[in-house]
Structure formats: structure tokens, C-alpha cells
């Protein structure tokens, strides 16, 4: 079976401090993608960044990283220096064969000041 | 550039009544992806299209929806008749070449209230 698993449903993180939002996979694929969202309460979705399963570095963009565990089967987002601003849903998703997509169920991050 | 451009934001209908959701995707994109939100569910994916042809149509719920996508720069998700549990966010999202760029583009949604 091809998945994706968030097992936090909510996470709080005080503000300045880093918080890692799990996420984890599986798929026999050996090539796939993972994307991280972000979705506020005003409800868009917000692409912050994304991982191929041959690239050799984890993807960064600003402070988002993303620590990826392939023979883990992990990518877990890293936010460095959470601001108030961060607060909102998060989803993992995994692509596969171009055309199947599996979201996650979510990680809502309270960001504490 | 404008993103994905999703209308209506927002519409509250009575069961019964024809919904029909729009998308314009971003240009360039050739992949176009109609997702639907619910608390109960998640993000499930109803349809891909490709080129305007349809790919994958097998997360479409039943055949009260149909999804449409005439050219490169349109796509349509029509529910007739609705019912009251088809109340959810749908969001339109569009990719040039998913799978060596990773670009996945979403709409800000259509929310759709079935009274």
C-alpha cells in the first residue's frame, strides 16, 4: 500500500525555537516527491518545499528544511526560528507514478509567544 | 504572475441544486489536479488531467460529479444534483512537470456550503 502518515495531530512550539513536524512514507516507487504545505486559518495552501527521492541534499528554502530519512522512509520539516506567523495546518504529501498523490492528515502548530 | 485562480471563493446552495466550480490553472502548467477538503477525510485527490485529457478520475465520489477541462486555461467541477454532504473546500491545483520541477500550485479553494 502506498501512504503517507502524520502521527501529530497538534504541536505547540514556543516562538524563536525550532520545531520538527514529522512525516512518514511508504511507497515501493522508487521514485517519488515530497511536498510540504502549509495551510493557515484563511485555508489556502501554501507550497513551502519539496523533496525528490534521487536528490542527494535534504531541500532547504529560508527557514524550512527538510530532513529527509530515505532508508527511514522519513521527511520530516524542520522550521527554524518559528514566528507567530507560523501557526497553522500542516500536510505532507507524497507523488508517485506522476499521478497518485497522498496528502497526510495533518500537524496543527500553535506557536506560543 | 496570477497564481491558480479558483471561483466562486465561497457559495451556499440547497440540496438539489447545480454546483459548478471553476479553475483557471497557471499558464504554462499542463497538469491540472482537482483536490476536496473535509474534516472527516482530509485533502482526497477527485481528478488529474493532463494535456486537457483526463488521467485519473477514480477519487471522483460518484457520478454526480463530472469534471470538465475544454482548454489549456479552464477547468470546470460540476455536482448536480448536490447533496448536503458534498459541503467542502475544493481546491484546484496545476503543474508544469511535477515530477523534475516539483511545482504544485494551489488555488485559494472554493468553499461550498450544501444546505
Known amino acids: 500500500a502506498q501512504k503517507i502518515t502524520q502521527t501529530q495531530p497538534g504541536m505547540f512550539v514556543q516562538e524563536k525555537e525550532a520545531v520538527t513536524l514529522d512525516c512518514t512514507y511508504d511507497?515501493?516507487?522508487?521514485?517519488?516527491?515530497l511536498f510540504w504545505y502549509k495551510q493557515p486559518s484563511s485555508g489556502e495552501m501554501i507550497f513551502l518545499i519539496y523533496?525528490?527521492?534521487?536528490?542527494?541534499q535534504n531541500a532547504t528554502e529560508g527557514r524550512y528544511s527538510l530532513n529527509f530519512q530515505k532508508a527511514r522512509k522519513s521527511a520530516n520539516l524542520v522550521i527554524s526560528a518559528s514566528q507567530l506567523g507560523d501557526s497553522a495546518m500542516y500536510f505532507c504529501?507524497?507523488?508517485?507514478?506522476?499521478?497518485?498523490?497522498?496528502f497526510g492528515s495533518g500537524t496543527k502548530l500553535n506557536v506560543k509567544p | 504572475d496570477a497564481g491558480v485562480i479558483q471561483s466562486p471563493r465561497h457559495e451556499v446552495t440547497e440540496m438539489g441544486q447545480e454546483v459548478t466550480l471553476r479553475c483557471k490553472p497557471i499558464?504554462?502548467?499542463?497538469?491540472l489536479f482537482w483536490y476536496r477538503q473535509t474534516m472527516m477525510r482530509g485533502l482526497e485527490l477527485l481528478i488529474y488531467?493532463?494535456?486537457?485529457?483526463?488521467?485519473?478520475d477514480s477519487g471522483m465520489p460518484e457520478d454526480r460529479f463530472s469534471a470538465k477541462m475544454p482548454n489549456a486555461s479552464f477547468s470546470t467541477l460540476k455536482i448536480q444534483p448536490s447533496e448536503p454532504r458534498d459541503s467542502a473546500v475544493y481546491f484546484c491545483?496545476?503543474?508544469?512537470?511535477?515530477?523534475?520541477?516539483?511545482?504544485?500550485?494551489f488555488g485559494e479553494g472554493s468553499r461550498l456550503t450544501v444546505l
Open positions: 511507497t515501493s516507487d522508487p521514485s517519488y516527491g
Open positions: 499558464s504554462g502548467h499542463n497538469s
Open positions: 523533496q525528490g527521492s534521487y536528490d542527494q
Open positions: 491545483a496545476s503543474s508544469r512537470d511535477i515530477q523534475n520541477t516539483g511545482e504544485l500550485f
Open positions: 504529501l507524497l507523488q508517485y507514478n506522476f499521478n497518485k498523490f497522498y
Open positions: 488531467f493532463n494535456n486537457n485529457v483526463p488521467i485519473d
